[in-house]
Every structure is written in structure tokens, then in C-alpha cells.
């Protein structure tokens, strides 16, 4: 099962209150909120496959999804849990990779994406815009990549048992 288009819509506000508005003009950010698609998932519903490709940027807006890796045996592995305010598909949205993991929702949640071709229609009209989103999805890639610089010093300290209380 995957996400489902909502007929709920995406206003200035739900942009506003999300990362991806934290510098934008309330003008600014209705422009964007009328290029983004609201998603309505339901417990168990996949909002992103493994290897499955695409162009778009997720904000979660409600309720939780985890991000999740096949084990193989048909099982799954958490390797994290994303709230309101997360981000998910960064990478594929930058640069169109296959996406890394699933993440499927926990319970009832929302998100809502952006695809990079909307974004890039809007780059003629309001330039400052675009950057200031795309300053925004690069300040949040940079603090994923902080914490896991972080978390490899841990197990690496942890394996080598230096530099702590292992």
C-alpha cells in the first residue's frame, strides 16, 4: 500500500510552521503551498519504496513514519522515526537517486511534497524564494549528516573501546 493523494490542501500556514518556511515571506510562502501536494497515509502504508526513484521532497506534517530497511528475511529494521516538521526524500530530490530505505507510516499521518520541477518553475519569478527553500533542505542534510559523523565516532569508540566508558 502506498500514500494516497488527500483532498486536504496545503495552506500558508502548514508551509509557514514547516522547515522549509523558516525565511519565507507569508506571499512567498503561499506560492509554494500552491505547488505542493498533500498525502494522507494510514497505518502499514508505504510513502517511499526502496530503490523507487522521483523528484520529490516530503515535509511530514502529522502524525509519525519510520524509516525502515529489509532485512532480507522479511523482516523490517527501524533506523529512525520521523515527526512533523521532518523531511524525507532530500537526496532523490537533489540529485533523482533511488532512495536509500521505506518509510511507511506508524498510524494515521500526513505529509506534503514538492516536486523539484514545481520548485524550478518558480525560480524565474521569485528567485529568493527557491534559494531560500533549497538553504533550507541543505541546512536539514547537513544536520543528518552531523549526527551520523557523530554516531560513527560512538561505534567507532565503542568497537575500538577508546575514548569513553565502553
Not at 160 to 166: C, L
Request: proline share 2%.
Amino acid at each position: 500500500m502506498t500514500a494516497q493523494d488527500s483532498e486536504y490542501i496545503v495552506d500558508t500556514n502548514v508551509i509557514l510552521n514547516s522547515p522549509l518556511g523558516n525565511e519565507l515571506t507569508p506571499e512567498q510562502s503561499g506560492r509554494l503551498a500552491a505547488v505542493v501536494n498533500a498525502h494522507c497515509l494510514e497505518k502499514g502504508m508505504f510513502l517511499l519504496e526502496e530503490g523507487h526513484q522521483d523528484d520529490a521532497l516530503y515535509v511530514v506534517t502529522g502524525g509519525e513514519l519510520e524509516v525502515v530497511k529489509a532485512t532480507g528475511a522479511g523482516d523490517w529494521v527501524t533506523l529512525q522515526v520521523l515527526r512533523p516538521g521532518d523531511m524525507a526524500g532530500e537526496m532523490g530530490f537533489m540529485d533523482g537517486a533511488g532512495h536509500s530505505a521505506a518509510i511507511r507510516s506508524l498510524g494515521y499521518a500526513e505529509v506534503f511534497s514538492l516536486d523539484r520541477s514545481e520548485l524550478e518553475k518558480l525560480l524565474e519569478d521569485d528567485p529568493q524564494m527557491v534559494y531560500k527553500v533549497m538553504r533550507a533542505i541543505m541546512r536539514t542534510v547537513h544536520g543528518i549528516m552531523r549526527r551520523m559523523n557523530l554516531q560513527l565516532v560512538e561505534m567507532t569508540n565503542y568497537v575500538t573501546k577508546e575514548h569513553g566508558r565502553y
